[in-house]
């Protein structure tokens, strides 16, 4: 494949002048043209740029699907300062330890959040919070549709023209003129985003992606969409761009191909399905529940989904019953994909084709090569179909961790060789398959959860002596739900509300455990370490705690 030689400013400025009258962005039936979004971003760049921001700056957004999203990111390119994404459910705990890492001061967020931004202690300095209010991106209509007796409506208008106290606007942002053209732009090897994962084990840590890793994943990903028409595509953003998978699936790819984004804030099925009855999805990408569900729906409402030519699965395992149902009511084949965030993020991928291998994660993407090591060794490669831990190298492969040389040590190997600790298998034909996990992490829902993590929060609970956080099998819709086993003190009773309580209050709700198992003691090893596979077998044979 050919590497890009431009940065991600060149990609978004092609597809400007190329896309024109050609609506990018659609928001709840509100939609904007690239000629429209080009002039947002200009003037977001200019109005950064007057807020200070410069080149390496840190700029972080906590936005969740939605038009200023987009544009955000690529004003903060523009400038050539790097883009930090957040989960705009983090709670203040986990925005602090984000926040201490990265050093951004200047902030865009969607004015829900702002809050959890004040509650930061006086060490975190910030010195501008632009709020993002998601209803001015409604169209009249839609604020109409609220239904709210007129002098509701007219105070509740009143009350959305205001930014949170402290804070500038996203439209005050806008107003500035857009930024002189002779700006210097990023250079393609510069950083373009921080984006942070739980890696292997333990706390968050900043991925360092460079706008050549971003380029060539968007275009390592039109090679495999081969087929796919520039202007005539429709991707439903259902998968939240501030993860990976929806970042480049797309703000980089889908403006790449000058595509109609159609952007929902969360998944809400009625929603899908209104909007497909108007602009149908060509490109339907998301994780195995909302398939089913999305599928089952639409066979119940009539509604034809036969739009859908290119449907990607990721992040966790796909049932074939799934891809059976979903393809029943598709014009496409339901295919699956690997990657991870430190590979921006995809790195295989089964072909859209028949020759697609169900239960597999396919073959490695253009211009990438992987290899199967040893899990002990990863300097000897293991024989063909014998188990071992995937590594991959090619020009999505991250630049390491931000200020942890020692995790990056870790996980980037001489030679850019980047440890997945995925266990596979690989068959004749070069389709790979994930039979196990080096790494710790529970995927549930898609996101990954570090046991470590939940257990440190747990471990501060007065009644709680020792903890063991695991992933148990969701058996209602795939993938695993976060299960703690808890030692308590000695004398005390703990109860399920009130660790689900304390856990709500510190952690973002997809982390926070579902069941809670009360047990005398936990396995370790000889040198103390908790043995979470023994934990999972002994809690198959427990009844958790219930509400009380």
């Keep these: 494949m050919e590497l890009p030689t431009e940065s991600l400013v060149s990609l978004y400025q092609r597809s400007v002048r190329e896309g024109g009258a050609a609506v990018a962005l659609e928001f709840f039936g509100r939609e904007t043209t690239y000629t429209e979004f080009g002039d947002q971003v200009e003037r977001a760049a200019e109005g950064l740029r007057r807020l200070g921001v410069k080149a390496g700056d840190r700029v972080a957004l906590i936005l969740p699907n939605c038009p200023q999203h987009v544009v955000a990111f690529y004003a903060v390119m523009r400038l050539g300062a790097v883009v930090v ?126 706008h050549s890793n971003l380029f060539a994943n968007a275009r390592q990903g039109e090679a495999w969409m081969h087929g796919a028409e520039y202007r005539k595509e429709v991707f439903y953003a259902i998968l939240p761009m501030f993860h990976a998978f929806g970042m480049t699936l797309f703000v980089t790819y889908g403006i790449l191909k000058q595509g109609r984004l159609v952007l929902f804030p969360s998944f809400d099925v009625d929603l899908v399905l ?198 148990m099998p969701n058996q209602e819709v795939g993938g695993e739900r976060v299960v703690a086993a808890v030692v308590a003190e000695p004398g005390k009773v703990v109860t399920h509300a009130a660790l689900r309580a304390w856990c709500k209050e510190r952690l973002t709700g997809y982390k926070v455990p579902r069941e809670f198992y009360v047990v005398d003691e936990l396995p370790k090893s000889m040198l103390g370490k908790v043995l979470r596979k023994q934990v999972r077998d002994e809690l198959d044979a427990k009844t958790p705690l219930v509400h009380g």
């Design 85 to 210: 994404e957040h989960n705009p459910l983090y709670t203040a705990r986990e925005l602090r330890h984000l926040f201490e890492d990265h050093g951004a001061r200047v902030v865009i967020a969607m004015d829900a959040t702002v809050s959890k931004l004040r509650e930061q202690p006086a060490d975190i300095e910030l010195d501008h919070i632009v709020a993002v209010n998601l209803l001015k991106a409604f169209p009249l209509a839609k604020q109409l549709a609220l239904k709210l007796p007129l002098k509701k409506l007219r105070a509740t208008r009143a009350k959305l023209t205001q930014p949170a106290p402290g804070t500038m606007s996203w439209e005050e942002l806008l107003s500035a003129p857009p930024i002189d053209a002779g700006h210097p732009a990023p250079s393609v090897h510069d950083l373009a985003v921080i984006q942070y994962t739980s890696g292997t084990t333990g706390q968050p840590k900043g991925a360092m992606l460079t």
């Design 274 to 471: 209104e909007a497909a009855k108007k602009h149908p999805p060509t490109v339907y990408c998301a994780v195995p529940p909302i398939y089913e569900t999305t599928a089952r729906e639409a066979k119940k409402r009539g509604i034809s989904l036969r739009s859908a030519k290119y449907c990607i699965s990721g992040a966790m395992a796909l049932p074939d019953s799934t891809v059976e149902l979903w393809e029943s009511v598709s014009g496409g084949l339901l295919v699956e994909g690997y990657g991870m965030t430190e590979a921006s993020p995809v790195c295989l991928g089964n072909p859209f084709a028949e020759s697609r291998r169900t239960g597999t994660i396919g073959v490695p993407f253009p211009s990438t090569w992987m290899k199967v090591v040893d899990t002990e060794d990863p300097t000897r490669e293991v024989e063909r179909g014998e188990r071992g831990e995937l590594l991959i190298r090619g020009p999505q492969v991250f630049q390491g961790y931000w200020h942890n040389d020692v995790e990056t040590e870790r996980t980037l190997l001489p030679g850019g060789w980047l440890r997945t600790g995925d266990v596979v298998t690989v068959d004749e034909d070069g389709f790979t398959t994930i039979v196990d996990r080096v790494k710790e992490l529970i995927i549930t829902g898609g996101f990954n959860v570090a046991p470590s993590e939940v257990e440190l929060v747990l471990r501060a609970h007065p009644d709680v002596v020792d903890v063991a956080v695991v992933g």
